[in-house]
């Protein structure tokens, strides 16, 4: 690879104004829907947990696949790797920290029924 | 592996000096560099939003106002749009460098300034709001983490908008030199991964909010 | 927005006022005479002699990677002596203040130290260990070690290398400048929550600690993102990743760690910053608040930070053992995965840290359990050692003893660790001295590996050995000091000795407390002992000159360079044949290090910005802490202006020419061949194994003929 002319490296060469729009157009979708979701009460607690997740996960699937270009492709796969390895780091991070302070609230916390916390 | 067997190797055939003029891929480099960073600062809002998980029970708010009663969804979906459009106007921006487009890459730029100050302006008018409604910080542990995370979101946003202005300037005086692209390139990763992190602001903190 | 402040504040000075500064301290009063002292007689001998010159362009402006690392160095050593000290004082205070007859002096009712100024000592004492003394010392050996491991002429990012080791050195500016103006945090080093709030710790003592931690995480964290881009991106053609060296490797593991926790401390000691500064209630205790989030946050930090520590000396010892059993080392593959298991686990364990929140059994039974696992490669670490060393060829040099001492120490530490990890166990000792003694153990090691590396890679780095009598005495005494101090601490910690005590009441524990002041003595010695090694191993460097393979069995890449290694460390980037590519090389007789012609090299410009910035830094830390927000405004626009002015700054390097690079190549081979002649009769022993037994055959045979013959090497 020579780069001579930085304007040919393969990271400037990946931008596509299809993908941009594509991804544009989806994550608004989907935070249109979630808002939709939440606004409209129709959906019960639960469910709507679950429906709001996965909106913002769909959304974040897509955009880092063809915002941040997150894929196996040489020019690409060292950034990929790296987010790989530090996903599971977040989720530990969060979800252990929700786990033990929930089972602490439980036992140290007056929990007032029919007022659920965040993480139920 | 290598002191287990001594058997003689032909000095002629083995590569001991590297002539290859390989040159290292600096723009590679650079950004490899810059996503690190991106996941640490990722890492910063992924405890920010473990701080919010710990208080946002109802009693993290002490008996004061919560979410329900000052989020307003519509107006923050306006901010998503803000957002997703200054992300987009960049991202025309990065299809302009590819082709060299001087002209494009300096009025995409712009379309992403602005796109992103119309953000900023929509929050920072939020939040001057809450305050005068005595909706602060200083309520209440829940609305401590509410505040502070969303707003070290906008504060990244402002850092953008510098940086964006920085841009515009090298852009149109430099050209389009190693450093210049590389700028734009980190620009993007930083530009782009702001949107990721929106989403879950959004949707996490702003309306499932609304459910505590 | 702000809070309101008890007591005065001006808008020029903030809160900073002449009764803060500590001048009727007895002890503080006298050693500030002593440090100004000291400092203008530096500052004129430099002078003196002309030097200031010499200084800006050779150290303070440098991206020399090696040059960085070994400030690095001098800061972990000046701030290791300053934690030393403080210790002194714990110790002392301890055995002199048992039971209510003690006697009390200088103003404290019991042994010499008030509870508030002991409180400061004690806290200041495990930030600077672990920030600002182990951390730098690691960071610079992998500074100077981890490019020529890879054969890279730099990292990868020079001049963030450089504002990484100022950012650094701004934080040990400001904890020293907490000493003589105003206070420091009286929490510990952790921080206790809800006391560093602002009401219960109204002075500026936390804001101090909190600056100084953050500071040292900016820097942990640009240093972090520099090793892994340069090991990823800069490696020499054919260095493939099986055939990385161990330390390198190692480097790699813990800078995932320290790139992925310290943000945990940023956001942990940002939220106390948003407590104290504008009054927001995330750790409070009442209003919401939660103070075991603090906790919680800061220890996802602080148990990877343990490992970030820990993992490059697990390096360190696994490059040192196989130099000296001349043997290349046993599970190369397991040790690398043991290292990322390790790494792994090390974010999954922090709550046990406080078993006692009681978060109930199941979130106990987790944690317990996630934290012994760590103990399975732990073991694997241990065991490969040992079998490297089996059946090989010791030499207990000073590096050997130190690397064996701290496996020793390791297996100590490492089985206190699965003591604590059982929350029924923890929950009888936990915040006793059996903690304490868990951990010194643990960070012992880290001590015990980063001397036996200094003496290691020591000629490497100055061309010269250390004197081996002398490093046998530091390692001895140090080792006697730690038996003295820590057995009869552990034995403290289970007779229910709690940590932090400022006056102890049991007064049989008084002959325990007096063994540790008898090994705190040692240790000290052990402190002129080490002076001694450095004034003696100077004074004769002229006789200990070495060559490129200073230890005669080294194996890995940066023993191909010269020594001292110049700055461009590798005229010409070796293309990587094997893994332990030296040994590869010696083995096959390749051991000329000419190459057939020379290149042009590129080279990064020096450049003063980073030593601004950092310098600017210090100011930013120091305003906030005295809260003078003009200051704070002013540095912040500098840093600002001064990151995008130079990035308008596109006349960053440099090239050698090809005939310029020849030339001074010639210089170092002359000089090698001229040190040979002698070294061969020193290290002749090496040599003789290498000819005596054929299956250790070329490990010590480049000695003989080193650079000058490729014919008279192979044995
Ligand atoms: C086999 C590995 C290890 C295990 C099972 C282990 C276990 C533990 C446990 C359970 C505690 C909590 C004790 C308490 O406060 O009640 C602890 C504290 C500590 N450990 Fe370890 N540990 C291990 C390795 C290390 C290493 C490698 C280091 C450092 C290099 C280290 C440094 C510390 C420190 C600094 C503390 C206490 C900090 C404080 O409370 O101030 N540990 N360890
Ligand atoms: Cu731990």
């Known amino acids: ?120 | 592996m290598s002191s287990s067997t001594s058997k003689a190797i032909d000095p002629s055939s083995v590569e001991l000096w590297d002539h290859s003029h390989h040159h290292h891929d600096v723009l590679s480099t650079r950004t490899f560099g810059f996503w690190l960073y991106m996941l640490s600062d990722a890492m910063i809002f992924a405890l920010l939003f473990a701080a919010w998980g710990v208080l946002s029970y109802s009693h993290s708010f002490a008996g004061g106002p919560i979410p329900a009663d000052f989020v307003k969804p519509g107006y923050a979906f306006l901010q998503t749009l803000a957002l997703f459009g200054s992300v987009l106007a960049y991202g025309f921006t990065m299809v302009a460098l590819k082709n060299g487009n001087k002209a494009g890459v300096i009025s995409g730029l712009w379309g992403a300034l602005i796109l992103g100050a119309a953000f900023l302006a929509l929050d920072i008018n939020d939040v001057v709001h809450l305050l005068d409604a005595g909706i602060t910080p200083q309520r209440s542990g829940g609305l401590s983490a509410f505040f502070i995370l969303t707003q070290t979101h906008a504060l990244h946003i402002l850092f953008g908008l510098l940086w964006m202005l920085v841009m515009l300037v090298q852009v149109s005086r430099f050209g389009f030199t190693t450093e210049v692209v590389g700028r734009m390139l980190t620009l993007r990763l930083f530009w782009h991964f702001q949107a990721v992190i929106w989403v879950f602001v959004f949707v996490f903190v702003y309306l499932r909010g609304m459910l505590i | 927005m702000l809070v309101d402040l008890q007591g005065p504040w001006s808008p020029l000075l903030g809160r900073l006022a002449l009764s803060q500064i500590p001048y009727e301290n007895h002890i503080l009063a006298p050693l500030f005479v002593v440090v100004v002292i000291l400092g203008l007689a530096i500052i004129a001998a430099i002078s003196y002699f002309g030097k200031w010159g010499y200084l800006w362009r050779e150290w303070l402006t440098t991206v020399d990677h090696k040059k960085i690392g070994i400030m690095y160095i001098l800061i972990g050593l000046v701030m290791l002596f300053r934690g030393f000290m403080d210790a002194l004082m714990i110790r002392t205070q301890q055995a002199m203040a048992v039971g209510p007859d003690a006697p009390g002096y200088l103003g404290a009712l019991h042994g010499y130290l008030a509870p508030y100024h002991f409180g400061q000592i004690y806290s200041a004492h495990g930030v600077i260990m672990i920030l600002l003394a182990a951390t730098p010392l690691l960071v610079g050996i992998m500074n100077v070690i981890v490019p020529l491991q890879i054969g890279a002429r730099d990292m990868a990012y020079p001049y963030l290398n450089a504002l990484g080791l100022w950012v650094t050195a701004a934080a040990a500016a400001l904890v020293m400048v907490s000493l003589f103006v105003g206070d420091f945090s009286h929490n510990g080093w952790f921080g206790i929550a809800p006391i560093f709030e602002l009401s219960y710790s109204p002075g500026v003592g936390v804001d101090y600690w909190m600056w100084v931690m953050q500071l040292t995480a900016l820097g942990s964290t640009l240093g972090s993102i520099n090793i892994l881009a340069t090991v990823v991106k800069m490696r020499a053609p054919g260095m493939t990743w099986l055939r990385l060296p161990i330390f390198t490797w190692a480097a790699v593991a813990s800078n995932i760690i320290a790139l992925t926790s310290f943000p945990a401390l940023t956001v942990a000691l940002a939220l106390i910053g948003f407590d104290r500064y504008l009054g927001t209630h995330f750790f409070t205790a009442g209003l919401g608040g939660n103070l075991m989030l603090y906790t919680n946050l800061f220890w996802i930090w602080g148990h990877p930070e343990v490992y970030f520590v820990i993992l490059p000396a697990f390096g360190m010892i696994s490059e040192i053992i196989p130099t000296f059993s001349e043997k290349p080392l046993f599970g190369y593959v397991t040790m690398v995965l043991a290292t990322f298991g390790i790494a792994g686990a090390s974010w999954a364990v922090w709550l046990h840290h406080f078993f006692t929140m009681g978060a109930g059994p199941a979130v106990n039974s987790f944690f317990s359990v996630a934290t012994m696992l760590v103990g399975i490669p732990t073991g694997v670490k241990v065991f490969n050692w040992a079998f490297t060393m089996y059946r090989g060829r010791l030499r207990f040099e000073t590096a050997m003893l130190w690397a064996v001492g701290a496996v020793f120490l390791l297996l100590l530490g490492g089985l206190t660790g699965m003591m604590l990890a059982i929350p029924a166990i923890n929950y009888m000792v936990h915040n006793s001295v059996f903690v304490i003694a868990h951990f010194h153990q643990m960070l012992l090691v880290i001590v015990y590996a980063i001397f036996g590396a200094v003496t290691y890679w020591w000629p490497k780095v100055f061309g010269f050995k250390l004197n081996e009598a002398w490093g046998k005495a530091v390692f001895w005494l140090f080792t006697a000091g730690s038996v003295l101090v820590f057995v009869p601490m552990f034995t403290l910690g289970f007779m229910g000795m709690t940590r932090r005590l400022d006056y102890v009441f049991n007064t049989q524990w008084q002959p325990l407390l007096d063994i540790q002041v008898l090994g705190i003595a040692v240790y000290s010695l052990s402190v002129l002992a080490f002076v001694g090694m450095l004034y003696v191993s100077i004074r004769d460097h002229a006789k200990n000159q070495v060559s490129v393979d200073a230890w005669g069995t080294a194996r890995s890449l940066e023993w191909m360079t010269p020594s001292p290694v110049p700055f461009y460390n590798f005229a010409v980037v070796p293309h990587i044949n094997a893994r332990d590519e030296w040994a590869w090389r010696k083995e096959h007789g390749f051991t000329d290090l000419r190459p057939d012609h020379y290149e042009d090299i590129h080279m990064p410009k020096n450049t003063g910005i980073p030593l601004i910035l950092g310098a600017l830094m210090f100011l930013l830390g120091f305003g906030l802490t005295w809260r003078i927000w003009w200051l704070c405004a002013l540095s912040l626009a500098l840093i600002i202006a001064l990151v995008i002015i130079r990035s308008f700054d596109s006349d960053t390097g440099y090239t050698i020419p090809a005939d310029e690079v020849e030339r001074m190549e010639r210089g170092h081979h002359e000089r090698a061949r001229a040190v040979d002649l002698p070294a061969a009769g020193v290290l002749g022993g090496a040599i003789a194994y290498g000819q005596a037994d054929p299956a250790v055959k070329g490990q010590g045979a480049a000695l003989g003929g080193g650079m000058t013959s490729p014919e008279g090497s192979r044995v």
């Open chain 1, 1 to 120: 690879m020579s780069h001579d002319n930085p304007l040919q490296h393969p990271e400037v060469q990946v931008a596509s104004g299809r993908g941009y729009l594509l991804t544009f157009l989806v994550s608004t979708l989907l935070m249109g829907v979630a808002l939709f979701l939440v606004t409209s009460h129709s959906v019960a607690p639960f469910g709507l947990m679950l429906a709001l997740s996965l909106c913002a996960g769909l959304a974040v699937i897509v955009q880092i696949y063809f915002l941040m270009h997150m894929d196996l492709s040489e020019a690409q796969i060292w950034n990929t790797f790296a987010l790989v390895l530090t996903i599971p780091l977040f989720i530990l991070a969060i979800g252990l920290t929700a786990w033990m302070f929930q089972e602490l609230y439980q036992r140290t916390m007056v929990m007032l029924p029919g007022m659920p916390g965040m993480l139920h």
